[in-house]
């Protein structure tokens, strides 16, 4: 079975502080995705980022940047100068081949709430 | 390009009383997701849907639950009779089609059940 663990509930953080925010993963897959999506208040869940499991190359885009790394099962999410805007859920999930079919499914965990205080 | 869309936003019923939310995906999305978020944890899948066939429900409590995708494009999720723990935030998301990529989300219908 596949499971996803944010262990930090909820972070507060002041602006331009860097912040972030775990995840660690369980799956016996060898091919797997990791994505990082964003919940606002307004509840839209908003994608971010998606690796796959060859792909162990860190990636940054603007203040956002992720750290992959499958000897510690994790895919950590930093964003740097954290601004007021950044106030959101956050969510990693795994998505994995569902067991003797073509079709994927997608876990999430429970999330991370963050607050960016000005 | 329009977003997906839900309908309503928001919700309050009574417990025992039945309800009914609603689904337009992206133009050309083949794929349709619905999922419960409960308050303070991740959303989890009810029924995945390609095309108008059902590709997983195995979530979905079908004693209560029931959804539809006629035609392949809107789709429809129902609660009937509604209990108190049905209370939550039910997502609806589309892909192209099924596989390891994002889903794009709605704005979400929060069900308030009392």
């Known amino acids: 079975a596949q499971k996803v663990t944010q262990a930090q509930t909820e972070i507060s953080v002041v602006e331009k502080e860097d912040v972030t925010l775990d995840c660690v993963y369980e799956?016996?897959?060898?091919?797997?995705?990791l994505f990082w999506y964003k919940q606002p208040p307004s509840g839209e869940l908003v994608f971010l980022i998606r690796?796959?499991?060859?792909?162990?190359q860190n990636e940054i885009s603007g203040r956002y940047s992720w750290n992959f790394q499958k000897s510690t099962s994790s895919f950590n999410f930093t964003i740097t100068a954290s601004q007021v805007v950044d106030s959101a859920v956050y969510f990693c999930?795994?998505?994995?081949?569902?067991?003797?079919?073509?079709?994927?499914?997608?876990?999430f965990g429970k999330g991370t709430l963050l607050t960016v205080n000005p | 390009e329009a977003g997906v869309a839900q309908s309503p936003r928001y919700k309050i019923i009574e417990k025992r009383q039945s309800v009914a939310f609603w689904c337009n995906p992206i133009?050309?999305?083949?794929?349709l997701y619905w999922y419960q978020q409960i308050l303070g944890q991740g959303p989890k899948l009810l029924i995945q849907?390609?095309?108008?066939?059902?590709?997983?429900d195995s979530q979905l409590p079908k004693d209560r639950f029931s959804a539809e995708r006629l035609k392949g494009v809107d789709s429809t999720l129902k609660i009937q009779p509604a209990k108190l723990e049905d209370s939550a935030v039910y997502l609806c998301a589309s892909r192209m089609e099924d596989g390891p990529y994002e889903q794009y989300f709605g704005p979400g219908t929060r069900l308030t059940v009392t």
């Open positions: 690796r796959n499991s060859f792909d162990e």
């Open positions: 799956t016996r897959d060898t091919t797997y995705y």
């Open positions: 849907f390609q095309n108008n066939g059902v590709v997983d």
């Open positions: 133009s050309g999305h083949a794929t």
């Open positions: 999930a795994l998505s994995v081949r569902r067991s003797g079919g073509s079709n994927y499914k997608l876990t």
